[in-house]
Every structure is written in structure tokens, then in C-alpha cells.
């Protein structure tokens, strides 16, 4: 049985999804460990479904959103409900310029922010991230 893809739920600076939409890119069939370096929103990923894969990206935070959300899934719901309950610009911003110590709480924020940012898609430059990390 094939399984159907999944939508990525984060909008990516580069993401591929639009390449699948439109028929323009897809992987061949292969068998083995499927390894992904530039994880970004992982439409690669979540279109093939593989069932051994390696995700890695560079940004940290990216990294951390993606394994909160595999381990620790009810936590960083409520969270999230929290954020959309008391969404506002004054909110947004508040939340932008926290600095949070948990890996839940910071995933939320990453997600949060990807997701109502202006556009439609949230960045940090080396700057934000220094200052975060």
C-alpha cells in the first residue's frame, strides 16, 4: 500500500513543495536509508514519507521544532493553543523578543512565529541566531 505525502506545516525560505505541486520533481523508487541535509520545511521528506531517514539541518532551532514535536507532542500543543488564543500584533512581537529556556516553549515560539510572521515567512540572519543560541 503507498502512502499518501504529508504537507509540511512550516513555510521555508528554498522549500520544494511547489516542485511536487507541480509535477516537476519527484525521487525514484530506492530502498535503504533516506538522508536529508537541508531539511529546511521538509517537503522532500514528508511528500516520500521514507521509513528510515536521517533530518539534519544547520539551524539549530529548526532541528529542535522538528524533535520536540516527535517527543514531546501534548506539551508543545498546548502551547501553541496558548499562542493562537492570545494572537495580536503586540503578542507577535512580545513573543519575538523573548528568549525562552525550554526546548517546548522555543519550539512553539519558532513555529509561532513561522507561521504569522509577515508574508508568511519568518528568517532569522546569523545575528538573531547568535544572539539566541
Not at 525514484?28 to 516520500?48: C, D, H, K, M, Q
Request: proline share 5%.
Amino acid at each position: 500500500m503507498t502512502r499518501q505525502p504529508l504537507k509540511p506545516f512550516l513555510k521555508w525560505a528554498g522549500g520544494k513543495r511547489w516542485l511536487f505541486k507541480s509535477g516537476q520533481f519527484s525521487l525514484p523508487s530506492f530502498t535503504g536509508r533516506y538522508i536529508e541535509p537541508f531539511l529546511g520545511g521538509g517537503a522532500v521528506f514528508f511528500e516520500n514519507r521514507p521509513e528510515n531517514a536521517i533530518l539534519s539541518d544547520c539551524n539549530g532551532r529548526l532541528i529542535e521544532l522538528f524533535v520536540v514535536i516527535r517527543d514531546n507532542l501534548q506539551p508543545f500543543e498546548a502551547l501553541m493553543q496558548r499562542h493562537a488564543n492570545d494572537h495580536s500584533n503586540e503578542y507577535y512581537y512580545e513573543l519575538r523578543s523573548k528568549q525562552l529556556r525550554t526546548p517546548t516553549a522555543r519550539a512553539a515560539q519558532f513555529l509561532y512565529l513561522n507561521r504569522t510572521c509577515w508574508n508568511g515567512l519568518y528568517r532569522e540572519n546569523l545575528s538573531v541566531r547568535s544572539k539566541k543560541s
